[in-house]
Structures are given as C-alpha cells and as structure tokens.
C-alpha cells in the first residue's frame, strides 16, 4: 500500500534504504532512493548527490531529476558550489538566497538561479571524520530548511553513509575504491540506456529513467544489470517500457502459475 501520511512515507524512506545495509546492494539505487526520498519527503524541490572516487575526485551519482544531474555536472566542472564547500569543510553548507550568494559562488549561483532554484542545504555523507560526498537539496524559494527537515535530511545521508561504509574496518580501501569505481562504470551504462530508452520512447531522460528503474523494480533486477542489457541489445527496449508497468504482485502471480 502507498503511504498514507508523511510519517509513513518518512518511515518507508527508512526502510528501503536500511534494506541496503547488506553486503549486495546497487549502489546507484540507493543513492537515487536518497534522491528520490528527499523530494518525496518535500525536503527540497530536488537533490543531487555526488561521491568521491579512488582519485579523490567528486563525481556525480544520482539526482532527483536531470536538471539536477546537469547543475550538479557544472558545478564539477568549474571546481566551485556548495557540494564542493561540504566536503572539504565536512560541514553543511547553507545559502537561503543563492542570488544574494553571488560573490561566494560567482559561477555556480547564477547557473542554479537560472534552473530555477533560489536556495540550498548540502550535507556531507560521512561517518564520523570519514567524508565520501555530499548531498545537494535545492529549494524553489528563498529561505532557511526548517530545523526538523534539516535533521531528517541529515539521519537519511547518515544512513545511506552507513550502508556504504559498514564494512570499512574489515575491507581495505581498494575494495572501497573498487566498488566506487564499478559504480561509476554503472553510471555510463543507465545514462547511455536512458538516452536510447528516451529516442525510442521520444520521451524525456526522467521519464526514461523511471521506465528504466520500474522495470528493474517491478523483475526484481539490479538497476546496472539492466542498464547493461539495454545498451548490449540483450533486454529489448520494448520489453522494458511494457514491463515497467507490471506490479511485482503480477510477477508473481505469473511466476506462479508457470511453475504450477
């Protein structure tokens, strides 16, 4: 059942991203849960996570929307926003007017303004002094995130660090850095895949990405695994747009009765 009040959906939230706190998970899917939760949960109007890869460089991971991902991209790209500023500082960084902020991120403000945000909270994904990224939640007005949203914010990004880092005093850093790595690798493959689901479809990259997790959701899949289908040829992109509308209950009522 859908949840019914924000309490429900914040509890949800929780649950999906606890489910991960085992050692085969996507991480790309989680990271976009984390996305997704925020603008679910009415935190902020979108957000954007980037992490740091096995060359200390902040790579983008997951973003609410594609107008996101792109903003977050720019933000790389010139070496300044707040994203940047959380990590290295390890501490939240905070603009309630981005347009007042000009003079503090003279190229990143006005690209965020012209997108259409007027605010932003970024909180540091990290564990203790252990800092792999930052979440970036934008808002569509001026003005502050309310204390209880801030902290809500923050115990999501703590647990999604959690569930990445767990096994930190086990592995060694090459493991860390590998898996990071191959989340990376996962990153081309869907953004290549929702760009041929998207001229299949003529549809927007968010739609074909829905489609595209749907589908992964709705088979039980890893999202990557998929993706990889997709651009190998070996999942047909029809396939995938019929089957990102069938409930996982019609799965398996249909896995059931092939196996009766």
Sequence with gaps: MAPTSREDLLVSTFVQLTKN????????????????????????????ILL????????????????????????LQNDEGPCLDAFSTKE????????????????????????????VHAIPLRLRETVIGALNLFGDH?????????????????????AILQN?????????????????????AIEQAKGMLAERGQIDMDSAFRHLRSFARNTRRHLTAVAVDVVSGALALDEVQAGSSISPASLDQNQGRSGS
Excluded: Y
């Design 21 to 48: 706190l085992v050692d085969d998970f996507d991480l790309i899917d989680l990271l976009t849960g984390l996305a997704d939760g925020c603008v679910d949960l009415d935190l902020a109007a979108a957000a954007g």
């Design 142 to 162: 001026v003005g502050g995130m309310p204390e209880a949203n801030l902290r809500i914010a923050t115990a999501l990004a703590n647990a999604v660090s959690i």
């Design 92 to 119: 939240p960084v905070i603009s309630v007017d981005l347009r007042a902020d000009k003079s503090r991120w003279p190229i990143f403000a006005p690209e965020a303004v012209d997108a259409g945000f007027r605010s």
């Design 52 to 75: 740091v890869d096995h060359e200390e460089k902040l790579r983008v991971m997951a973003a609410s929307s594609d107008r996101t991902r792109l903003l977050e991209l720019f933000q």
């Design 168 to 188: 930190q005093t086990i592995l060694q850093s090459e493991i860390r850095a590998t898996q990071l790595q191959r989340a990376l690798d996962s990153r081309v």
